[in-house]
């Protein structure tokens, strides 16, 4: 529950949100002798494209549906209901730049995982993000955002 006060007014583009956690050796598609194909490695601009589209989502540039095949339906349900809160609070955020990536940085903790921190510039302000994305029936899905 974000935090408000006159000093510190809420911000529409903060959130932070995670699938329950299944054990990875528990999942029926998760095989760790198996590399992921070559045709399926994670690039940075499509994270940085995924998360540009989610903080244009928060401002109510962009409708949730176009992340539904990109977020694990935990991520896409807090993310629509946050976009909803925003868009009744505050209506459509007023266009400034568009929100542009910085800085990707990738990190694989296991095979079919991957973390990524970015810097972005979201029209207003510099921000951090991480996302994590794991490969699901074979695509890659975001099972937890947070955007600072």
Not at 104 to 116: D, F, G, K, S, Y
């Amino acid at each position: 529950m974000p935090v408000t006060s006159p000093q510190r007014p809420w911000d529409r583009v903060a959130i932070s949100t995670a699938d329950e956690p299944v054990p990875i050796w528990l999942r029926t598609d998760f095989h760790p002798e198996m590399p992921l194909p070559a045709e399926f490695e994670l690039e940075k601009r499509v994270v940085g494209k995924v998360l540009v589209h989610a903080i244009e989502v928060l401002l109510g540039h962009r409708p949730c549906s176009q992340l539904r095949n990109w977020l694990s339906p935990q991520v896409f349900s807090a993310l629509s209901r946050r976009a909803g809160l925003a868009m009744r609070i505050h209506g459509r955020a007023p266009r400034a730049s568009a929100p542009r990536v910085r800085h990707v940085h990738l990190c694989e903790p296991r095979q079919r995982v991957c973390e990524a921190s970015v810097v972005l510039h979201d029209g207003q302000q510099i921000r951090g993000a991480a996302l994590r994305l794991e490969f699901i029936r074979d695509r890659w899905r975001v099972v937890a955002l947070e955007i600072g």
